[in-house]
């Protein structure tokens, strides 16, 4: 460690440049995800030209909106030091729910579809801040109940339609001002505000900062960290819920694989976007960003086409290779 | 210092002096900065335990250096350690009865302290170290430690004993050494014979009396630090300062916690400012987590302002206006958090505070700063303040949210001079403007500054109250060593 500083300081001289490039980086971490997210877009646009057009931006808002908000539920988590790796059982289950409840209309379908992210969001948050179960596997342990659940009740009590209605077609993948705008980026934008806000402007994102830093000061200090928990875990889950149905949306029809493929993609973004797993660093800006550029990657890997197990090896190289190069930004600052 | 073989080498000092260091360094843990460890005459180095165990020199640590996760046996196989060569000791120490497929962390903590004891037995060293050895064990436990120590002096062996117990040192030991502020300053020895090796101050063991060993470790810097407050700022003799009303902001009556806290009982009052003094690990730190609700009593009633009540979390105290500021900034502290987060938690403690800020939330921040100061040109990380710093951050989080009674841990413990003397006027302050404070200290010379009454803990009960004004570091260690103080 003590030797460490001297050939630091030696490198630091030819690449003054570089290194006062970092430091700015390092001090707005935000921008340099903004940089990489336009250079893959702009790299996309020379592997496929036809990307770089109205049509080619909605698809990637289209593909990222659904990740971004399960995202926004690993950040909230990820900053008290939790995570959630039963948010895309959530969403299936309430991409499921909503389906089979269609026929009785959009609302009720909507409603009865978050009420699964609000019920097992609650059981996760008890399990992790009463019983003291490590999130980890509460949460691992969950994703297995639910998907044995709605298995099961797929063949039974959810028996019925497996088509989501038109309204929520609607809004997981339609779009408007001339087939522009996706009505799903909007809920996604409504959201955003929504968290920004709480993570910033509130009390409760303060207390979730606190709590994954140091709980044992924030309890000292006078705060039920248990209640900040179980809130922390129903909001995570219901978003989970309304990701889910914007996903449902989008396909059309629904089966118990929907959204299974979103899971480290939702992790991914998070880090990417400099929140820690450890807590009490990171926001949702960065998430943001973290999902548009998984979803950048995404199609420009469809176009390269390469073949679906190359495609995965690179996905994941490059997430890791994010993530480390992001966190050695930060840490030097 | 100078131990001799066949001997039982008493280190004694008040909190802080350095004991525990030189322990660490005698056993290779910490490596010297400057001077020599001679070992049968022959200077050694040492760059880690297995050096000092190589040349004999066994330690047993103040805390159990066993892995909890582990079983003994594993423990023991992990430090390679004959069971064979171990198993005798627990027979010696009537712990035959031992599993040692038993899992450390289910095993009390005597227990432990004596595994830890014939750990370092088994290793046949020359030099056995023990570090406040007896703090944790029973008398029946104690008594076979003693009669060890009687035999392994009859053997040839040496062996020195750090204990806050002054009747041990005159029981067992054959000379004493004491530590003040990392210095050697007294040797007490049987027969006379001055051992000028250090031009320290020599007396005899056996005629030796409890006070003077009492009087050693303060020793003449006493009498220095009355002078150095005659002309501080807040001078100590100047009863018209102080602000006690008769009003009881805060009592507790019969608290008890297990063993650890016995029967106490006291009252604070509005404006007032108590004391509390003890040894390390008389139960200071577990009564401070009863009175701040982060433990529950097993037994006793708190009353705040006359009225009973039960606490099952700290945000019930804090309820109540009871806040705590913790002896170790590790749990008041949000490291990587800045200065502004850190001092505003304790303002969204209920649910319907969630949602939105206090519109007032950046002036109350500025206040605070402003009032203790706080250097802020680090503030986007609190982990990189000064230790100072720290501690007016832990302080001003209090004076964002507000309270009655404060719980003060030790708060000067490691900072420098100025922010200490700011602390006590800022103590001053809270007290005059009406606050109770209940201020646990180490430093002894801070209770005639700061104080209005001390308490003396030993043994997990009250042993005295002496008058603030009054106490002397002299009357105050005598009492919290458990001793009668003269009249």
New interface residues.
Partial sequence: MSQAPLPAQAAAEPAGLAARAAARVAEHPTLALTGILAILVLATGFVEPNYLSVSGARNTLLQAAPLGILAGAQTILMLTGGIDLSVTMIATGSAYVAANQSPEGAVIAILLGILVGLVVGSANGVGVAVFRVNPLIMTLAMSGILLGLFTAWAQTILQGSTQMGPFIKLLGGGSFLGNRVPYSVVVWALIAGGLIWLLR????G??L??IG??E?????????VW?VRI?AYIVAGVLGSISGILLGGRTGAVDLQLANAFLLPSVAAAVIGGTSIFG??GGYTGTILGALILSVLNSMLTFLNVGQAIQQVVYGGIVLALAWGYAGLTRRA | MAVRRGEVHALLGANGAGKSTLVKILAGVHPADHGVVHVDGRPISFQDPMDAMNVGISTVFQDPALIPDLTVRQNLQLSDIDEAAFTPWLTWFELEDLDLDALVRDLPLETLRMVDLGRALARDPQVLLLDEITAALTADQAERVFALLTEWREKGRAAVLITHRLAEVRRICDRATILRDGRNVALFEPNASPDATNGAATGTMFDVDEHDLVEAMLGAEVTELEERNESDSLSPHQPGSRSASDEVAFSVRGLTSGDVVRDVSFELRRGEILGLVALEGQGQERLFSLL?G?RSPSDGEIFVGGRQRRWS???D???DGV??I?GDR????????PVR?NL??????R?R?????PADERQRVRNAIDRLSIDTRAASQVRRLSGGNQQKVAIG?WLV?GFRTLLCFDPTRGIDVQTKRETYALLRELAASGAAILLYTSELAEIPLVCDRVLIMHDGRFVEEQDAARATESSLLTAAHGLEVPA
């Fill in positions: 402007r509130t009390g409760w303060r207390l900062y606190a830093d140091n044992v000061a924030v309890r000292l200090a006078g705060v039920r209640q809130t009490g660093v | 701040s982060d979390a700290p945000y105290a804090v309820g806040v705590l913790p590790l749990l008041a502290l949000l490291p990587n958090l987060q505003v938690v304790p303002l969204f403690s649910i505070q969630w949602l939105g800020l989080r949210a």
